[in-house]
């Protein structure tokens, strides 16, 4: 199971789903179901792309490193260094979609929520509004504001509630694999042929 927002620390597939896009501006999103606590590596696969393996020392539940699964990427190259990689569903578009969350970000909606309750609650909850702003010319140059006053209380509509009723789990959508799995993963990127494709790894073994 994955947590519920309120348990959330926000510290340290198949049938894939599509991830929201991060614009310039002006982002809305509503957030619903549970929260994937995860770490990720990025690796380099075929024609330098990055294929992300979950680290399997973090414990999604406890939100803690406990180091009690074999983690072969440490095995393999200790000195790879894991990043913070939470992500939930979310209604935007009509749709259902992946929301990788944001670090900053998430850090203010949890503030928010202290005042506002769970955003995700399907009769009490609130649309997330925030500011995607590009600081500067690198990809990392850039900030994330929530905009709580226009964050308020609503209902799910039926047609929300209708593609809620559907919805999965993230330890579905976002599959934890086996450490067998990872390992079998990384031999196979170590040793990438020009005719593999990562994109068919990514889906195989549901890291991404």
């Given at each position: 199971m994955g947590l519920t927002f309120n348990k959330l620390k926000g510290e340290a597939q198949k049938g894939k789903i599509e991830s929201?896009?991060?614009?310039?501006?002006?982002?809305?999103?509503?957030?619903?179901?549970?929260?994937?606590?995860?770490?990720?590596?990025?690796?380099?696969?075929?024609?330098?792309?990055?294929?992300?393996?979950?680290?399997?020392?973090?414990?999604?539940?406890?939100?803690?490193?406990?180091?009690?699964?074999?983690?072969?990427?440490?095995?393999?190259?200790?000195?790879?260094?894991?990043?913070?990689?939470?992500a939930i569903q979310c209604i935007h578009g009509g749709k259902i979609k992946v929301l990788n969350l944001k670090k900053k970000l998430l850090e203010q909606i949890l503030l928010a929520a202290e005042d506002l309750g769970d955003p995700c609650d399907q009769e009490t909850g609130w649309d997330v509004y925030f500011k995607r702003i590009k600081t500067g010319?690198?990809?990392?140059?850039?900030?994330?504001?929530?905009?709580?006053?226009?964050?308020?209380?609503?209902?799910?509509t039926e047609k929300?509630?209708?593609?809620?009723?559907?919805?999965?789990?993230m330890d579905e959508v976002?599959?934890?694999?086996?450490?067998?799995?990872?390992?079998?993963?990384?031999?196979?990127?170590?040793?990438?042929?020009?005719?593999?494709?990562d994109e068919a790894l990514e889906q195989e073994f549901n890291v991404g």
């Open positions: 929201y896009t991060y614009v310039e501006g002006d982002n809305v999103v509503r957030m619903v179901g549970d929260v994937c606590a995860r770490y990720v590596y990025w690796l380099k696969g075929e024609n330098d792309k990055n294929v992300p393996f979950e680290c399997l020392s973090f414990d999604r539940e406890k939100e803690a490193f406990t180091n009690i699964e074999k983690d072969w990427v440490r095995e393999y190259y200790p000195d790879q260094k894991c990043t913070w990689s939470y010319p690198m990809a990392y140059n850039v900030e994330y504001q929530l905009q709580p006053l226009k964050c308020k209380p609503r209902a799910l929300e509630a209708e593609l809620v009723a559907e919805l999965r789990s976002l599959a934890r694999p086996t450490p067998d799995a990872q390992k079998e993963l990384l031999d196979k990127v170590r040793n990438l042929s020009a005719e593999t494709d």
